[in-house]
């Protein structure tokens, strides 16, 4: 199975910063990657799919980046509502899986 | 309005089976490339998915619960079941149910049905 690792597992972060996470696969998986949103106690959210493609009604200050192996989640200006886990998912093979995922935290 | 709800019981004792049942509305489990995935989160912890199918039948389980795992849909009736057998209490967590279709990404979640399992 492709194992699916993300860093950095905690970010601590203040309103209007600019947030990086990555997350790496162990094999290529081409643009088959996804990222979602998930707040405490609620289903997780389609934010990215196919690497950089940004979901309907998404904010723009959320983007995606990367290919093969290497993979980052960008938001521009931290919003007091982006406070969230975020997961990674790849889809190159009908065995799905997901990363372990990142918690943004207040500073 | 596209849906996805869960429903199956919120506790079952250690050895016994599982059964989830995925109710969609506002599309069909028949349209080309269409498909269901169940996954599932233990409290804390991160999204673990577990089997998908697609609208031509086919199914993926994954690796590590294959042998307990069996996926199926009755698409007149909109709903996609899972089967998990030999419950324990490690399978304690949070089951979703979520639509893959055009993006191949999870576009669509259920709200999400807790399952515990204790004797």
């Known amino acids: 199975d492709i194992q699916m690792t993300q860093s950095p597992s905690t970010l601590s972060a203040s309103v209007g910063d600019r947030v990086t996470i990555t997350c790496r696969a162990s094999?290529?998986?081409?643009?088959?990657l996804a990222w979602y949103q998930q707040k405490p106690g609620k289903a997780p959210k389609l934010l990215i799919y196919?690497?950089?493609s940004l979901e309907s009604g998404v904010p723009s200050r959320f983007s995606g980046s990367g290919s093969g192996t290497e993979f980052t989640l960008t938001i521009s200006s931290l919003q007091p509502d982006d406070f969230a886990t975020y997961y990674c998912?790849?889809?190159?093979?009908?065995?799905?899986?997901f990363g372990q995922g990142t918690k943004v935290e207040i500073k | 309005q596209v849906t996805l709800k869960e429903s199956g019981p919120v506790l079952v004792k250690p050895t016994e089976t599982l059964t989830l049942t995925c109710t969609v509305s506002?599309?069909?489990?028949?349209?080309?490339?269409?498909?269901v995935s169940w996954i599932r989160q233990p409290p804390g912890k991160a999204l673990e998915w577990l089997a998908h199918i697609f609208s031509n039948d086919e199914k993926s389980y994954s690796t590590s619960l294959k042998s307990r795992l069996t996926i199926s849909k009755d698409t007149s009736k909109s709903q996609v079941v899972l089967t998990m057998t030999n419950m324990d209490p490690v399978d304690t967590a949070t089951y979703y149910c979520?639509?893959?279709?055009?993006?191949?990404?999870?576009?669509?979640w259920g709200q999400g049905t807790m399952v515990t399992v204790s004797s």
């Open positions: 196919k690497a950089s």
């Open positions: 979520a639509r893959t279709w055009i993006r191949d990404a999870f576009d669509i």
């Open positions: 506002g599309f069909s489990l028949s349209n080309a490339r269409m498909g």
């Open positions: 998912q790849q889809y190159n093979t009908v065995f799905r899986t």
């Open positions: 094999q290529s998986i081409s643009s088959w």
